[in-house]
Structures are given as structure tokens and as C-alpha cells.
């Protein structure tokens, strides 16, 4: 069995695993705009990986030990010194935004430029603090608009607030670093090189597991890197200090920080420990991304199905029998997840044909899953192959222990 957390040289391995919805029933929506849900979700052994580690950049501070020295006077050297004064990025981002009050990228504090007047004068910059690095079989944003960025960015912030009031110095990583100097300041003598490293965050995304199939890929990544940014760095924030992140993040990330089974009420991040039961199940997962928000948009409330659905299933977690829940396939977002991609009705209705069944949709779409007897591996891999197919992917996995 795979464990969450393992030690990688000098960085930390956090596994992320996906999710499925053994049950899913959804209210209409709220006067905050979310829709009330009720759902029953379970971890499988499925997992992106992520790698936090740190990486130094060195400070450089210039000291010109004879500040009258002279550029050689010529044109070339002239050009040279103008061209080179202002960091090439700096300049196109100047110009993007010129005369707008823009955040700097990378989620880093304003900073204050100041443009040299003398070869000795120091420039700073900012600089991100965050380095992400996405690959794997699927793929997925990189930068700020990736939930790993925003996790990371998030508990970065808390974690300095954290020390600014504790009064506590050990550094964290930090995004002041020092422009280089330009060609010209180069050529000034009698420079002395000094500075001290300062420590950058390096995240590294491998994405084993697709986004937007109802697996809950994003949130979980999102809940490893709290949690994996937290051991690592040693911030020491409290259970319900990252619970409070959590929900900042999305409505799924608070399950992934515990379980493995949970009911999750609200918007989904009320999570309640439930008992859950070992399975083994075919996941079916086709070439679709789901936009959660449409399939929600589309949704046309049932009131009564609702109830009677949630109390045929209070029954059974009282019972201790949420596998007799896996039975019923009850998720409420089938309907309206199916309206706007027919083509998943239709694989939907393929794989029933097999003889596999009761078939499931997870979350909002677009993986299904069916629950499956461990003793009868052998014809499930031969459905597998049945299914086979460039646009469909089918696994088979196992609940997760943690």
C-alpha cells in the first residue's frame, strides 16, 4: 500500500488521490448560489503525485569598490549600457500595463522598482516564490491559475502571518531577490561579488490522474499541497487552520484531507467520517472534460426525489452498509451531466450491455464506475477489452486506506 507522504532526497512526495461519488444528491441551489448537495465519497488508489522540494537562488550584491570608474565612452557601449538598464521582462510587462495598477504574477508582493542613477545603486524586483512544474499524461494549467499554485501561494501567505505574530525569524521562502546588473555596471572595476542564498519553493505536478471526470483530481492536489507544504516546511498549522484554506479553495478540498469514506453535506465541505467498506471497482474513464459548473447550471431541482433518496440512504450508513448505497446509483447530476454530453448516455448504456452493472456516474461526469467482486477479476478484464477503445480508458482500483 502506498503511503501519502514519503521522503524524496531532500523534497517530500505527497500522493493526491482521485475520488468517486458512491452517492450524490443535490438540493436547488442556495442564496449564496451553490446548490445544496448530500454525498457519499470514497478515495481509490489512483494518484497524481506532487513534489515539494526547495531551490536556491543566490543573492548577489554588487559593491563597486571605485564608483568613478568610467564606461569606455563609445557608441556600441553606449547602446549596450541603455539597452541592458532595464530587465527585458520587466520592460514587456511595463508595457502591457501601462499606466494600470496590475498585481505582479506569481502571487508575490508589489514591489518597488526604482531605476539606477549610479553604477553602486541596488535595483530589486520580485521574484516568484513558487516555481510549479506540471507533467504527466494529462494536462493541465500552469501558473496561478492552477489549484497547486493557489494552495501553495495560500498557506505561504498564512504561514509568514503566522511568524510576523509569533515573532518567530526562521525564514520561509521568500521573493526579494536582486536584479543582475546591466553589461555596462559589468565592466565597472573593482566589483565585489557577496550575498546569501535565499530559499525558493519548487513544485513538481505529475498529473496521473485527468481533471474534469468527476474524479476530484484538482481538489485533492489542492488538499496534498496544504498538507504536503505544511510537513515540509514545518508551519504548524492547526487542523482547522488548513480547513479553513481548504474551503477557500473549493467546495471537495476538505474530504482529501481526511477520510478515506466520508459524508460531505453544504456545498461539500462539511465532511463527516463514515465507515466504509473495502471494494474493488472498473472505472470507466472516457476522453470528456465535464465543466462541473455547466452540468449545476443545468440542473433542474427534485425536491422529492431527494428525500426519499436521502433517507433510503440514512438508513444504510446507520447500518454500517454503504456498500448497499454503491447499489443504488443515486446521483442526481446524471440527468443533467448526460443532457449536455450524449455521448456519455451512450457509453453509459454500452458498458450496462456488457453485463457490467449497476453503472455509476462519478461526481458531475465524466468517469462511471461499477462496483465490482474481487473474485471475478478475470471477467472484468475481459470487459476491459471490450471496451477498449482510443477514447476511453478503463482501470480497475481499490479503495484507498487513508
Known sequence: MSEQFTKVGDGLLVRAPGKINISLLVKGKRPDGYHEIETIMAKVDWYDEIVIEKYEIRNTKYETQNPKSEI????????????????????????????????????????????????????????????????GEYKVPEGEE???????????????QGIRESGNQEKLPTSNIEHPISNAEQRTEGIEESGEQENKLRITLTKN??????????????????????????LGLSKSEINRLAAELGSDVAFFLDGPVALCTGRGEKVKKIQG???????????????????????RDDEAKYRRLSEEIKIYIEKKRVDLVSRMCANMLQESSFELHPELGVL???????????????????????????????????????????????????????
Not at 100 to 124: C, D, F, K, L, V
Not at 361 to 378: A, K, Q, V, Y
Request: net charge negative.
Open 72 to 135: 569606455p565612452n563609445t557608441e556600441q557601449g553606449t547602446q549596450n549600457a541603455e539597452q541592458k538598464t532595464e530587465d527585458p521582462a520587466l520592460q514587456s510587462f511595463a508595457e502591457a500595463s501601462e499606466g494600470q495598477n496590475i498585481e505582479p504574477a506569481y502571487g508575490g508582493q508589489a514591489s518597488n522598482i526604482e531605476h539606477p542613477t549610479s553604477n553602486s545603486e541596488r535595483r530589486t524586483d520580485e521574484k516568484p516564490v513558487i516555481e510549479l512544474i506540471c507533467k
Open 146 to 160: 492552477n489549484l497547486v499554485y493557489k494552495a501553495a501561494k495560500m498557506i505561504l501567505e498564512t504561514g509568514h
Open 209 to 234: 490522474v485527468p481533471a474534469g471526470a468527476g474524479l476530484g483530481s484538482g481538489s485533492s492536489d489542492a488538499a496534498a499541497t496544504l498538507m504536503g507544504i505544511n510537513k515540509f516546511l514545518k
Open 277 to 299: 467498506c473495502e471494494f474493488r471497482a472498473l472505472l470507466v474513464v472516457p476522453d470528456v472534460s465535464v465543466s462541473t459548473k455547466r452540468v449545476y447550471e443545468n440542473y
Open 348 to 402: 453509459k448504456k454500452k458498458i450496462e450491455s456488457l453485463g457490467i452493472r449497476p453503472v455509476s456516474l462519478s461526481g458531475s461526469g465524466s468517469s462511471m464506475f461499477c462496483i465490482i467482486d474481487g473474485s471475478n477479476e478475470e471477467g472484468v478484464m475481459a470487459y476491459q477489452k471490450k471496451l477498449a477503445d482510443n477514447s476511453i480508458r478503463s482501470i480497475i482500483v481499490k479503495n484507498n486506506m487513508w
